[in-house]
């Protein structure tokens, strides 16, 4: 199985790749929303984040009002580094069962998208790692316009991430989306090239194809070793 690593940073458009990946039929593993499962109300990430945080970062229903818990960790890193802390174990443990449930479908190529791959240490899982990159005066913009804030409050968002020039210096592919929408699709018809190869004969044996030709073989020649003993035995 191939693993690929997509990451970015608030704003850059991974997200606008993501989709581009589930469009040509790639299947997505997408932290964010494993992240929002392990939030829900009652889980063991949500008891520990209530006991963190207090309950002030929770909705009349229950549920955790994510904004606030946003502005509160944007504006202090070592609470953004406590709830990372907090959340990784519950994250991680599902990433690798929706991973685990695309194996057993039998996908050859997978996608897993996370916003914090090489923070996670989640880099050394895929191969290759494309990096979704934009200009820092073009992000700072996207963002104002799409969460409508302020520049202050947008620069701070972005400072509290891995900046995007370390995480393209770490990447095996670069997706330059400082541009149009058109320049995207251009580029990303090579990324398809790129992840659509061949399997190495790694990935092979770690694909359910491969397991199950492993599994074949050690089944073969199991029977092949006691045939040969019971003919020597006669």
């Known amino acids: 199985m191939r693993i690929v690593g997509l990451t970015g940073g608030i704003a850059s458009g991974k997200s606008t790749v ?17 992240a929002r499962d392990v939030l829900k109300k009652g889980t063991g990430g949500w008891k520990k984040v209530v006991a963190a945080f207090g309950e002030d970062i929770l909705l009349d229903d229950g549920e955790v009002n994510r904004p606030r818990l946003g502005q509160v960790v944007f504006s202090n890193p070592e609470k953004r580094q406590l709830l990372n802390r907090l959340l990784a174990p519950y994250i991680s443990s599902g990433i690798f069962w929706e991973i685990l449930k695309l ?52 620069r701070n968002r972005i400072n509290a991430q891995m900046p995007l020039d370390l995480k393209r210096n770490e990447a095996d592919i670069v997706i330059d989306n400082s541009g149009s929408l058109d320049d995207l699709n251009d580029q990303f018809k090579n990324v398809l090239f790129e992840v659509s190869k061949p399997l190495t004969w790694t990935e092979f044996w770690l694909s359910r194809q491969g397991a199950i030709v492993s599994l074949v073989s050690v089944i073969l020649g199991v029977l092949l070793c006691k045939k040969r003993f019971n003919t020597v035995g006669l």
Not at 18 to 34: C, E, I, M, T
Not at 103 to 125: H, N, Q
Request: proline share 6%.
């Open 103 to 154: 194996w057993m479908k039998g996908f050859k190529v997978i996608v897993l998208d996370v916003p914090l791959l090489f923070e996670a240490k989640m880099d050394k899982w895929t191969k290759p790692i494309i990096v979704v990159w934009v200009d820092p005066e073009t992000q700072i913009r996207r963002l104002i316009v799409r969460d409508r804030t302020g520049e202050e409050d947008a």
């Open 18 to 34: 993501s989709n581009l990946f589930k469009s040509h039929g790639f299947p997505v593993v997408d932290a964010d929303l494993v």
